[in-house]
């Protein structure tokens, strides 16, 4: 059975929208907007009948909105120009579309489309959307290839089944890149962290109520307590009386030493933020992709900055390691400007009352701790000496206010400080064996030197210490994980369901998103085939896959029935029609029986039957006639149409 032509251009249209909708969220909204109306106008004109408009004014059409894209993006390459072009360039062929090559070709069109939401975005939706799209694409090539309509949705699927094999060995045996396969060079900067590049009264507040992911980290072995987690992404060493920015003054920090009783074994997905990535506390190794830095920092080492990594660290997680700090790199640690006055001389009350520098540490903590401060996301605006009027006036805010102060009267109490920002604790997924790191789980806190070691110092954990050993949502609402609409905390079939989603995105991430050469060998290794070429790996699978697959396409090929022609299919058809209606038809009938069985039907019916017989007739024992006659297509579609009521009773038996 063959599908209408026209039906199968509206599904290529409609399967062309489909698959380009998630582009709304990536690009201009006018870009896809246009693409939509580009389709549906050329929708109309085929259910209109209309004729196309000439090639000459669709080149004319195209100067305006190509301008336009130019004035949006300032470009028409990458990834953000390159697929709005192809975007628009994609609908004007829709008005050049007539034949069906033409068709086909808008086809493909469609296909190269569906993989481009997965430049923007590379997580499980989007790649149960790319599925989506595929089987929608594939029923409109169905049916562009005659298949009947109510068969082509079974036709379709059947396609991709059978080319899922296939597919599955080529992603896993096919040469791979360096990095992940679908990064690609953005304009945009900004960090799926979303940290910055300073630190200043509100720059982390402002994070806290995302619940965006940051990274996920894998633990090997044993799973480290939730307060371990300080997660370390930049080091801010330079004040001047409001904001800490990085200094140019390296720290020589002395290497760790190996522990393996304290030792904790990992793996980090995340994207950099310039360079930047996250990493336990206190890395002594860290695998290939990145680097050890000073400060204890690790950073990426290609300048791929927007692609997410998977990379391997060895940690130990302690609150100080060794350093050794020259006499210019304490003085820089020590420096403070002018300002905050009333927070230098508490320091500098402290220097005076104290000169064993553990006793006045610990003075500093007990000081801070007895000051009433209080955690919140809604602290009043700070003026002026922004750290005085914390520490003196407003006596509210968060993390960043917390380190920011401590670092300040540890410099003025002569104690050489700096100030950490990244991520403390994260969200432990029991079945997939993970932590997921969100947004709202930053944190600053500070690193005082002491005693030939930097020391971790907390202030948010002395005045907060719910903070450390739970999650940010059970002391701050705003940071509170909430059901999507219904605006409430979910019940624990939400958390179960939630749990199990974020299971699936992570196991999509690590073993498709994150599959590169690296583990593509570690594989072949685990197979055994870690001393054969990827060349001959290739072929091998190749040559297997064949093997497994070419039995299943034979016996379908043979227990496929052989394809009926127009003519038999339609007479069965409209043997079958006047069955249904109460006829005492059957297939061995002559085409006069049949009118003689059909004289009860409605006279309007009866002269569409005399039509359909007459023409079977006619082209069947025509001189010459064959069944590849392109006028049996029509006639088919015409017997589809005949659909005679059912007779009554009384009218089948005569009476």
């Known amino acids: 059975m063959r599908s209408e032509p026209r039906l199968a251009h509206f599904a290529v249209l409609a399967a062309l929208a489909l698959t380009v909708l998630p582009l709304f969220l990536q690009l201009p909204p006018w870009v896809p907007l246009l693409f939509a109306l580009q389709l549906g106008g050329r929708a109309w004109l085929a259910w209109q009948g209309r004729q196309l408009p000439h090639r000459v004014w669709l080149l004319l059409a195209m100067i305006v909105p190509v301008l336009l894209l130019w004035l949006s993006l300032h470009t028409l390459v990458g990834r953000e120009g390159g697929v709005a ?29 569906a993989a481009t939401p997965l430049l923007f975005d590379q997580s499980l939706p989007s790649a149960l959307w790319l599925l989506l799209s595929l089987f929608v694409l594939t029923w409109a090539m169905v049916l562009l290839a005659g298949v009947d309509s109510a068969a082509s949705p079974c036709a379709a699927a059947l396609a991709l089944l059978y080319a899922m094999p296939l597919m599955l060995l080529l992603f896993v045996a096919m040469p791979r890149l360096p990095g992940p396969l679908w990064s690609m060079p953005t304009t945009d900067q900004r960090a799926t962290s979303g940290l910055s590049d300073g630190l200043s009264p509100g720059s982390i507040g402002q994070m806290i109520p995302s619940r965006e992911p940051a990274f996920t980290a894998q633990f090997r072995g044993r799973q480290p307590a939730r307060e371990q987690l300080y997660w370390r992404v930049m080091v801010f060493d330079r004040f001047d009386g409001a904001r800490w920015t990085a200094g140019s003054v390296p720290d020589s920090g002395a290497a760790l030493a190996s522990s393996a009783a304290g030792e904790l074994s990992y793996s980090i997905t995340a994207t950099p933020f310039k360079g930047a990535l996250p990493v336990l506390e206190h890395a002594v190794w860290a695998g290939e992709g990145v680097q050890q830095l000073a400060a204890q920092l690790v950073r990426r080492v290609d300048a791929r900055n927007e692609a997410r990594l998977r990379y391997d660290v060895r940690s130990v997680a302690q609150a100080a390691y060794p350093a050794a700090l020259s006499t210019e790199q304490r003085d820089h640690y020590l420096q403070l400007p002018a300002a905050n006055l009333r927070t230098r001389q508490q320091g500098e009350f402290f220097a005076r009352q104290f000169r064993d520098e553990a006793g006045r540490l610990g003075a500093l903590r007990a000081w801070l701790q007895q000051q009433g401060l209080r955690y919140t996301l809604s602290p009043p605006l700070l003026q002026g ?30 104690l050489p400080a700096r100030i950490v920002v990244g991520f403390q604790g994260g969200e432990f997924n029991a079945g997939g064996q993970f932590w997921l790191v969100r947004s709202s789980d930053a944190h600053a806190w500070t690193e005082v030197w002491l005693q030939g070691r930097w020391q971790r110092v907390d202030p948010t954990a002395l005045v907060a210490p719910s903070r450390i050993v739970s999650e940010v949502g059970e002391l701050v609402p705003e940071a509170q994980a909430v059901v999507p609409v219904l605006g409430r905390r979910p019940p624990a079939w939400w958390r179960s369901a939630h749990a199990q ?10 073993w498709v998103v994150d599959y590169d050469a690296r583990r593509q060998q570690s594989l072949f290794q685990r197979l055994g085939l870690g001393r054969v070429g990827v060349g001959s790996v290739m072929t091998l699978l190749l040559f297997g896959g064949v093997l497994l697959v070419l039995p299943l396409l034979l016996w379908l090929l043979w227990r ?4 009926r022609s127009y003519p038999v299919r339609g007479w069965q058809l409209l043997v079958w029609r006047l069955q249904q209606a109460g006829v005492a038809a059957v297939a061995s009938d002559t085409p006069a029986q049949l009118r003689d069985k059909a004289a009860l039907l409605a006279p309007v019916l009866q002269q569409q039957l005399t039509r359909l017989l007459a023409d079977w007739q006619q082209w069947r024992y025509a001189e010459g006639a064959t069944d590849a006659d392109p006028r049996w297509r029509g006639w088919w579609w015409q017997v589809r149409r005949f659909r005679p009521p059912r007779l009554a009773a009384k009218k089948r038996t005569g009476r």
């Open 501 to 510: 989603w974020q299971r699936a995105g992570f196991v999509w991430q690590q």
């Open 385 to 414: 000496d922004v750290v005085d009027d914390f520490l003196f006036s407003s006596r509210q805010g968060f993390c960043e206010h917390f380190a920011s102060a401590f670092a300040t009267l540890a410099r003025a109490a002569g």
């Open 85 to 113: 072009l192809l975007l628009l360039l994609t609908g004007f062929k829709a008005f050049e579309t007539v034949t069906l090559r033409d068709w086909r070709v808008l086809l493909g069109l469609g296909f190269f489309l």
């Open 560 to 563: 496929r029935p052989p394809a």
